[in-house]
């Protein structure tokens, strides 16, 4: 496969070691890589040659756990956290992923009239000074009263400290607008500030 002309998000079928599947240059950790789509009777040992092939530059097996974390300093929104049935590409901040002009398509009809709406909670990101960590499904507060809720939370081992994506009330979704999250029954400050975290470098 040609990788080094593949643009990303782009993918192509292929032979992998042998086995017919597809290469990617996706992944959903804000680096730049390709990702490997195989059968299931391949995939250990093409794992397998992929770690041992990759030993002399430390190549390391890493779970969904160090993937979240990476999305989420990408400020990657996932679904079934960020991502819902209930939740509009236009909350998300997804806008350049849905062209709603001179095509049809499932849904346009229902996304018509919500996507000048500015009435719907926006995904944040919220950066907080102090170790305690945000969890999904805690709330966003102001002075105490509920105003949103996280989505994703972590320890960020870039920045060392607690970030978390949330919704919130749009008018406070303002970069800079100081609120809190009830973590375990206290007020953790923090602050929306942009989304992603972190960016590679180009």
């Not at 192509?12 to 730049?32: L, N, Q």
């Not at 990101?125 to 945000?134: A, H, I, N, Q, S």
Request: charge should be neutral; charged fraction near 25%.
């Amino acid at each position: 496969a040609p990788l080094d002309k593949m643009r990303y998000y782009q993918g192509t079928e292929t032979r992998i070691a042998g086995h017919g599947g597809v290469v990617s240059r996706t992944g959903y950790t804000g680096e730049d890589g390709w990702e490997l789509i195989v059968g299931s009777a391949a995939a250990q040992q093409i794992w397998e040659q992929l770690l041992a092939a990759g030993a002399d530059v430390g190549a390391k097996a890493c779970g969904l756990g160090a993937r979240d974390t990476l999305r989420l300093e990408a400020g990657m929104p996932l679904y079934g956290h960020e991502l819902t049935e209930e939740v509009t590409p236009f909350q998300a901040g997804l806008n350049f992923a849905v062209n709603l002009e001179n095509r049809d398509f499932p849904g346009r009809a229902a996304l018509l009239p919500l996507q000048n709406d500015t009435r719907m909670p926006r995904r944040v990101g919220l950066d907080f000074d102090g170790k305690r960590v945000p969890r999904e499904g805690y709330a966003v507060v102001l002075d105490g009263r509920p105003i949103g809720r996280v989505t994703s939370g972590t320890f960020s081992p870039t920045f060392n400290r607690p970030i978390a994506m949330a919704y919130v009330e749009p008018e406070l979704a303002q970069i800079g607008q100081e609120l809190a999250v009830d973590v375990r029954g206290k007020a953790e400050p923090c602050r929306v500030v942009p989304l992603p975290f972190y960016r590679r470098e180009q």
